[in-house]
């Protein structure tokens, strides 16, 4: 959730440093126990959280949760609740334009980190890590980053997805692949034309 608003209300909910989901449940909780523990994913959290936190206090007096573990069908994260009223009326979507993008997505420092992805990457995002969402007539709504996504071609014939990680000192090149790999499965199953029990 990069925003959501409200009247005068703003939240967001800053996810960074993730780990695989088995559907085990004591595995799941030793795994979850090892994230929460993890210096490298907190490092990647902090980076996230603060810079979503700071640019929302920039609009709002803004609290957050301390960091926890949140389980999502194949993938769990580090999540930091932030929220607070905002000092002057704003649409949801003026807010999401100050908020993003985030470290999480981009970098920090973000003009820096703009720069050099935008040299290292070599390909244009398009709508890959945008904000998504909508608004209503008040200028309340909600917008997430389209972290996880997917573009029809022209043609409708084929689908291109997007995932990524977080790379931070300490990331280890083949554990941030198998993350991203991992971040796929959803959109891959979803389109496959494989029958599921």
Known sequence: MLV???GSHVRSQALAGSAPVTGNVAEDDVTATRLAASGKNHAEHVYAATSVAEKLGTLASVQHSDPHVIRLPRIMHLAT????????????????????????????PTELAARVLAELEGFDRGRYAGPVGWLDADGDGEFAIALRCGQVSDDGRSIRLFAGGGIVAGSDPSEELAETARKFLPMYEALSPVDRP
């Open 81 to 108: 609740d932030i929220s607070g009223d905002l000092h002057a009326p704003a649409t949801a979507l003026a807010v999401a334009g100050v908020v993003h993008p985030s470290a999480a997505v981009c970098g920090t």
């Open 4 to 6: 959501a608003v409200e």
